[in-house]
């Protein structure tokens, strides 16, 4: 692919309407999962991404994806997949992927690393940057199905004049456990247990779930202690209950409103691809925690420091590369701030000077005259809170009881935040994103897709977030 120049890059990238997504995250996961899959959607609908750009700074990666491949891929599904049956098809083909790439990478051991050479070193990275891409691989779709599932249950229900407000959140609300629903379940019965049975489901827990403070920025993995402080932490143990009375009061609704098999089928497929979303995002976890530990003895052997060698492309990860010093420099540099656009098997980036002039170029204008604006009802509720601006893991730790959490979008990692939090408010995100789905878990008010909500707030602000209309107030600025 032909390099394009700092201009051109800022001309492709103004010429599309992207919808942005914001991760804590380094480019050698974010984009083995991500921009590698998307080549794979055609093997669901027919259709591809065409393309995909990223700012990154740090651990902090802005994804953009253009609104049109959204289109394309959302209306390519329902052309292709006509029933819940054909769905559920995609979804084990999906699975089976992974599980098969799973078993191409094989079992390690942590301790046996040390023992590799670093040829070995790197071919096994290279079969888990397989596994990482697999997590996703055509699952990719979901994100083109929420976008036009999400208008297509708009749209029905505006045509219906006994419909409310309140409807639109009800179809589009989760029937089954989330993961951290499941998680917190887990906890819960630990809590209630002692003795042996306290152990059996402590280890369970780790079993299960010991990747759960992993993210896009590096994988993590439980020891029993860290399980224990977990339990401390619950203040009411979860249930079933609530979804079960969700799945109730759509099935009523739903005959009060007279929905037809087409419209049924909406609601279903936002159900299905929520549950979806949320396996996808356990593969990817589980695969990270095995990830790390690979990515940190291969940057201690090659004198690098981790963070800087999770600045690679997938594609670059090879002996050749990594044998290097100013391959290993470049990584060090882009680690400070890179723009990426990648095209199919091609990428480019952008380092140093170029990654500032991008930025600049394309960094929201200053909005600190406005006074109140809108979103997206995902929960509905009203609180009053002091802002919490949450961009980084480390950003999650000074989120106090009661106060309002402002994000570009949440992520599993928000989780400890999120649970100590009045109320969310997000940048991006649909009726099926993370902070929707888990704010009708915790019923907790939640504007999604404010678009400005951390560019016209601070940290301190006092804000009304008014989540029965869709509007957040700046009461007192700091």
């Known amino acids: 692919m032909k390099k394009l120049s700092v201009q051109q890059i800022i001309g492709v990238v103004k010429k599309s309407q992207w919808f942005i997504q914001g991760f804590n995250a380094f480019p050698l996961y974010l984009h083995s999962a991500a921009s590698m899959t998307g080549w794979m959607v055609h093997q669901a609908v027919g259709v591809n991404y065409s393309h995909f750009f990223y700012v990154a700074h740090e651990s902090r990666m802005d994804m953009y994806y253009d609104e049109r491949d959204l289109v394309a891929i959302g209306e390519a599904y329902y052309k292709k997949i006509h029933n819940i049956q054909e769905l559920n098809t995609l979804r084990r083909k999906h699975r089976d992927a992974y599980l098969a790439a799973r078993k191409k990478t094989g079992d390690f051991s942590i301790k046996g690393l040390g023992g590799c050479s670093l040829n070995e070193l790197i071919a096994l990275a290279?079969?888990?940057?397989?596994?990482?891409?697999?997590?996703?691989?055509?699952?990719?779709?979901?994100?083109?199905?929420?976008?036009?599932?999400?208008?297509?249950?708009?749209?029905?229900?505006?045509?219906?004049?006994?419909?409310?407000?309140?409807?639109?959140?009800?179809?589009?609300?989760?029937?089954?456990?989330?993961?951290?629903?499941?998680?917190?379940?887990?906890?819960?019965?630990?809590?209630?247990?002692?003795?042996?049975?306290?152990?059996?489901?402590?280890?369970?827990?780790?079993?299960?779930?010991?990747?759960?403070?992993?993210?896009?920025?590096?994988?993590?993995?439980?020891?029993?202690?860290?399980?224990?402080?977990?339990?401390?932490?619950?203040?009411?143990?979860?249930?079933?209950?609530?979804?079960?009375?969700?799945?109730?009061?759509?099935?009523?609704?739903?005959?009060?409103?007279?929905?037809?098999?087409?419209?049924?089928?909406?609601?279903?497929?936002?159900?299905?691809?929520?549950?979806?979303?949320?396996?996808?995002?356990?593969?990817?976890?589980?695969?990270?925690a095995r990830f790390e530990p690979v990515v940190v003895e291969l940057a201690r052997r090659l004198h690098i420091s981790a963070d800087a060698l999770k600045c690679i492309c997938p594609a670059e990860l090879t002996e050749m590369n990594l044998s290097r010093k100013k391959f290993l420099a470049v990584l060090e540099k882009r680690f400070h701030g890179c723009g990426y656009y990648v095209v199919r098997d091609h990428f480019l980036t952008y380092p140093g000077k170029a990654y500032r002039d991008i930025e600049q170029k394309l960094t929201s204008t200053n909005e600190s005259k406005v006074g109140e604006f809108h979103g997206t009802i995902a929960n509905q509720g009203k609180v009053t809170g002091i802002v919490k601006i949450c961009q980084t893991i480390e950003d999650i730790a000074k989120v106090k009881e009661g106060e309002v959490l402002v994000a570009f979008m949440t992520r599993p990692e928000f989780l400890p935040a999120m649970q100590k939090a009045a109320a969310f408010v997000t940048n991006e995100g649909g009726i099926t994103s993370h902070a929707a789905i888990v704010a009708r878990e915790m019923n907790k008010p939640c504007i999604i897709g404010t678009k400005i909500a951390t560019d016209v707030l601070h940290d301190g602000d006092v804000v009304e977030v008014n989540a029965n209309h869709g509007v957040v107030t700046i009461i007192q600025r700091v």
Do not use: Y
């Not at 697999?134 to 994100?143: D, G, K, R, Y």
């Not at 208008?151 to 959140?169: C, G, V």
């Not at 089928?265 to 691809?273: G, W």
């Open 126 to 288: 290279q079969r888990l940057i397989n596994e990482l891409t697999m997590t996703v691989s055509f699952a990719h779709v979901i994100e083109g199905i929420a976008w036009i599932s999400e208008r297509r249950l708009h749209d029905f229900l505006a045509q219906r004049t006994n419909a409310n407000k309140k409807d639109e959140q009800l179809f589009s609300s989760p029937v089954d456990p989330s993961f951290i629903l499941r998680a917190q379940m887990l906890l819960g019965a630990i809590k209630k247990s002692a003795g042996a049975a306290r152990t059996r489901k402590i280890e369970q827990f780790i079993l299960e779930f010991g990747w759960l403070d992993s993210s896009f920025v590096g994988g993590k993995t439980f020891d029993a202690r860290r399980v224990r402080e977990m339990v401390r932490g619950i203040k009411h143990v979860s249930s079933l209950e609530g979804l079960k009375r969700t799945k109730q009061l759509k099935l009523a609704r739903a005959r009060q409103l007279e929905l037809t098999p087409e419209e049924t089928f909406v609601v279903r497929t936002i159900e299905l691809c929520t549950l979806w979303q949320d396996n996808r995002k356990e593969f990817i976890l589980s695969t990270i």
